[in-house]
């Protein structure tokens, strides 16, 4: 009996899931640990939300099995919030699929539509699932760039042109996790145009398009015309409406793409929980006030992270949208390494980060900060990351504090 599973060789060491225990070894001994290494929102979602999940959930006829591809309430709820945000029309019967957050719904959508040993254009660095996915499910990845620029299209040629099979499919996820870059609608009205020149599906992952800051509203690929003949988008409401552990995410847009991971997902689970589906429900019908409070919140997160950070010795870049900052390393220890940097910065600082080589061998030399605590304990991060700096013979900039 063999022990040498096929796709368990396929995967490399999680090396962020170290950080993680070592994150849960140091606060299971009594460390005060200030984490930002995880994308896990501090915040409640809406009180109206809370309730509606309490009311059904008292209606004995709530539990038992819900629907795969979603509650049509739901359905209907999130093609309505994609025609008021976006401008665009979708039928909630072919066009969207209810998925347990956008993480299952890029793993279900990679089952269904990878063959082994296909190629995938996926984004490096970027948030695993976006190669992990296809990996898992017999593929084969090629890596094109994350900065939407020239070369991101001259990279893109040139996978067409060289690449034996050639790819099938381009993955993609802007606001960028974990780089925080952004596009505009002109990026992807070219990367349409290109997926329809080479015969590619596009797989668009939006998990962040409420966080955006300085009053530029991120777009949909699904707003540029004919897109939908390509591409599939996924979006989220665990950062939108702070509901993360709940697990609700969508699938929108081509319909063959949609029926496709429908089909895998009827063989794989029967839904989420109904009362969750019908407090989705209530999250995208109900009162939007939460989505611009949290917005505003999480951007003067990245201002007192920036700036805070920047008087500890330690400029980090300020991200236009998403709920994290990819920092490069300071230049004085940049010959450690994104993880042995985060192990230090945990141990010595106190301090969680996420290791950048986590999203990528593109990755190395940064990390990935998570603004999910308050601005008081973003401020005391910086007093420690100051602490630690100078430790190691990082001076503090003349004038500068970190409080």
């Not at 599906?201 to 390509?230: H, N, R």
């Not at 969508?250 to 319909?255: A, D, L, P």
């Not at 999910?372 to 100051?386: C, F, S, T, Y």
Request: net charge neutral; glycine share 8%.
């Amino acid at each position: 009996m063999s022990d040498e599973f096929y796709r368990m060789k396929r995967l490399p060491p999680y090396v962020i899931a170290e950080v993680n225990a070592m994150r849960a070894a140091a606060r299971a001994g009594g460390e005060d640990i200030i984490d930002l290494g995880m994308g896990n929102p501090d915040l409640p979602p809406p009180d109206h939300v809370i309730e509606k999940l309490v009311e059904v959930a008292r209606k004995p006829s709530a539990h038992g099995y819900s629907q795969s591809r979603g509650i049509p309430g739901l359905r209907r709820a999130q093609a309505n919030y994609y025609g008021r945000r976006f401008g665009v029309d979708i039928d909630p019967e072919s066009e969207v699929v209810v998925t347990m957050g956008s993480k299952e719904g890029l793993a279900s959508l990679a089952t269904a539509i990878t063959a082994p040993g296909d190629v995938i254009l996926a984004p490096n660095p970027s948030y695993p699932i976006h190669m992990f996915g296809f990996i898992i499910a017999g593929a084969t990845i090629r890596a094109v760039p994350t900065t939407p620029d020239e070369h991101y299209f001259e990279s893109l040629e040139r996978a067409m042109a060289f690449t034996v099979p050639r790819p099938s499919v381009l993955v993609m996820g802007y606001p960028s996790n974990p780089t925080a870059e952004v596009v505009d609608l002109a990026f992807y009205e070219r990367v349409v145009a290109f997926a329809k020149e080479h015969g590619l599906w596009v797989i668009s992952d939006l998990a962040y398009s409420e966080l955006y800051y300085d009053g530029c509203p991120t777009p949909s690929i699904l707003q540029v015309k004919g897109a939908k003949d390509v591409a599939i988008e996924f979006t989220s409401l665990s950062k939108t409406y702070s509901m993360a552990g709940w697990r609700m995410g969508f699938g929108v847009g081509n319909k063959k793409l949609i029926a496709a991971m429908t089909r895998v997902k009827s063989y794989l689970d029967y839904g989420a929980f109904t009362p969750i589906q019908a407090a989705a429900c209530a999250a995208l019908n109900g009162p939007q006030d939460i989505v611009e409070k949290n917005r505003q919140l999480y951007h003067k997160r990245r201002d007192v992270l920036v700036e805070s950070f920047g008087r500890a010795g330690w400029d980090i870049p300020s991200p236009r949208a998403s709920m994290f900052a990819w920092a490069p390393l300071p230049p004085a220890l940049a010959h450690l390494g994104s993880l042995e940097f985060s192990k230090q910065l945990l141990t010595e600082a106190k301090v969680a980060v996420a290791p950048g080589v986590g999203y990528g061998e593109n990755g190395e030399g940064y990390v990935r900060i998570a603004m999910v605590e308050n601005e008081q304990r973003l401020r005391q991060a910086a007093r420690n990351v100051k602490k630690y700096l100078q430790s190691m013979g990082v001076n503090t900039p003349a004038g500068r504090s970190a409080g």
